[in-house]
């Protein structure tokens, strides 16, 4: 159903919204009532290009504008989100569903990098030699790469591209977002907060759409480089195509992260966490767990004290402090259903059934209550494939070498944690796992913005993490200067290779 108030979407293009041309739209729906609250241009070739020019035209400005000036701008930005981000929460939770406490908990994230990005004249700072030959000095310096392009998932509409974005402006580049078509309004919200913040038209482009912006982005020859997060097929696609191309890419995939409970646990604790990180935005994060390794001959309790929590949720509209909401379309929520039927098809004791749950919520919103299984098996789909929804899986092995093994086994490498008051086994696990981010006892280790996030293996295609040092590398080219004055002995012509003396 289409809401009376459903709004026409633009793009945001040289500091104002510029309405779409291309004729093609889709619609923006309200996880939580099914409604339709807005349509969204999706760009054309044409509309991507002038995206892309009006980008580039910033650049130069930009890149000379001094570090200081480009900083206030930022501190400018910093105060106006702490100001405002209770407005930027219920955005994200009316168009991607999450609980407010949740969307606002994501804001925060982002805000830690847009504050990291404040340091970036300390964190821009190159280096000096004097005298590395006789009367000749060496420096090196980072400058900004051009127009860099950011394509984000639906899953965070507002953290991932400032996982990015704070970043590459303050190191002097322009932006084009390229936002996830179901969650688009946040990146709108964010860009009307730059030009609050006094930051210079076309330094950040906002342009919607799907596989054809992308592909303009991915091709384009003034974008100079790609950072992207989404579902591993897309991520592989846009590495190999933007490489292809000539870019530097940064393409974060996705994961299936495993939590390994070892017998000295203490299991309430594992039990609270292993719920909060498995049903926490209805299990659609990147870094939720998925599948819980039971170790030993816990399993059993373990089981029993994650059900009776995980039936203790109150699941419903985002807005009514509910601890659960929907999830992001009707399509999600049949997929992730239908998983549990393939689940327990194949065999999974469904301990808790989220599909027979009751939801606080008026309209007919896109709801799965949370789902605990049982005596998974690593053959079953619940188990092989991202599931990206509120289902918890419990993989039992006798051994922590087994645990290993199955984590290690596994094509993703995104997160992963350990359970245990064995600081010794602990210490094992996260020299042995191959996996990028570990959490000790922490069931979602998000790193803090001053070091970088990314994964391992089909998590993550490129070298480079995103934010922290790694981020400020990736935005930023090297360039080495030797230098020589005040040589009165001129040394006259001479073909040989330079050497030092
Ligand atoms: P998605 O891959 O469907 O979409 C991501 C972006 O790519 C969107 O902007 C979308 O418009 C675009 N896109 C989709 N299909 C495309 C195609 N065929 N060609 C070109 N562009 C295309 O991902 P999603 O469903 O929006 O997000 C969920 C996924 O993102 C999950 O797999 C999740 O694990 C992953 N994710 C990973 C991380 C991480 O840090 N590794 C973080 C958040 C989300």
């Given at each position: 159903m289409t809401s009376t108030l459903a709004k026409t979407l633009t793009h945001w293009v040289a500091g104002r919204p510029a309405e779409g041309t291309s004729g093609r739209t889709s619609e923006v729906t309200d996880p939580a009532t099914g409604e339709v609250t807005a349509h969204l241009p999706l760009a054309s070739d044409a509309e991507a290009a002038a995206a892309v020019a009006a980008a580039k035209a910033a650049f130069p400005a930009w890149r000379d504008t001094s570090l200081s000036r480009r900083t206030q701008i930022l501190f400018r930005f910093r105060e106006l989100l702490n100001a405002r981000a209770g407005e930027l929460a219920e955005l994200i939770t009316a168009e991607h569903g999450k609980v407010l406490s949740d969307a606002a908990g994501e804001v925060a994230r982002g805000q830690e990098v847009v504050e990291f990005a404040c340091g970036m004249p300390h964190l821009l700072k190159g280096s000096a030699t004097e005298n590395a030959s006789t009367g000749v000095d060496v420096h090196s310096v980072r400058q900004p790469l051009g127009v860099v392009g950011i394509i984000s998932p639906f899953n965070f509409p507002a953290m991932v591209p400032m996982w990015f974005f704070p970043v590459a402006i303050a190191a002097g580049n322009t932006v084009v977002l390229k936002p996830s078509e179901k969650v688009p309004s946040a990146a709108l919200w964010l860009a009307e907060l730059w030009r609050e913040a006094?930051?210079?038209?076309?330094?950040f482009t906002v342009l919607h759409g799907d596989k054809v912006a992308v592909d303009h982005l991915l091709t384009?020859?003034?974008?100079k480089s790609i950072s992207f997060v989404g579902s591993t097929p897309v991520a592989r696609y846009v590495y190999e195509t933007g490489t292809a191309h000539g870019k530097r890419v940064q393409a974060l995939g996705g994961a299936k992260n495993h939590m390994v409970v070892l017998p000295d646990a203490d299991l309430d604790l594992a039990a609270d966490q292993a719920v909060n990180a498995g049903f926490g935005s209805a299990g659609e994060r990147c870094m939720a767990i998925s599948a819980l390794v039971a170790v030993g001959d816990i399993a059993d309790t373990l089981v029993e004290k994650i059900a009776e929590r995980a039936r203790a949720l109150r699941t419903g509209d985002g807005r009514r402090s509910c601890d659960m909401g929907p999830l992001v379309t009707k399509a999600a929520r049949d997929r992730v259903s239908g998983y549990v039927d393939a689940g327990e098809r194949e065999g999974a004791t469904v301990v808790v059934d989220g599909r027979t749950a009751s939801f606080d919520a008026d309209g007919s919103g896109f709801f799965l209550g949370p789902t605990l299984l049982d005596h998974?098996?690593?053959?079953?789909s619940v188990y092989t494939d991202?599931?990206?929804?509120?289902v918890l899986s419990v993989v039992r092995v006798d051994s922590y070498e087994a645990a290993v093994d199955l984590v290690n086994a596994n094509p993703y490498g995104n997160g992963t944690a350990i359970f245990t008051n064995d600081g010794g086994a602990a210490r094992r696990f996260q020299n042995e796992v191959e996996v990028g981010m570990i959490g000790v006892n922490v069931?979602?280790?998000?790193?803090?913005?001053?070091y970088s996030f990314g994964g391992w293996k089909s998590s993550l295609f490129g070298d480079t993490h995103a934010h922290g040092t790694e981020g400020v590398h990736f935005f930023t080219r090297g360039k080495v200067v030797t230098t020589r004055w005040l040589d009165p002995s001129h040394a006259g012509v001479d073909l040989g290779f330079p050497t030092n003396g």
């Open positions: 006094g930051l210079p038209d076309g330094v384009s020859p003034d974008v998974v098996g690593t053959g079953m991202e599931i990206f929804g509120p069931p979602v280790p998000v790193p803090m913005a001053y």
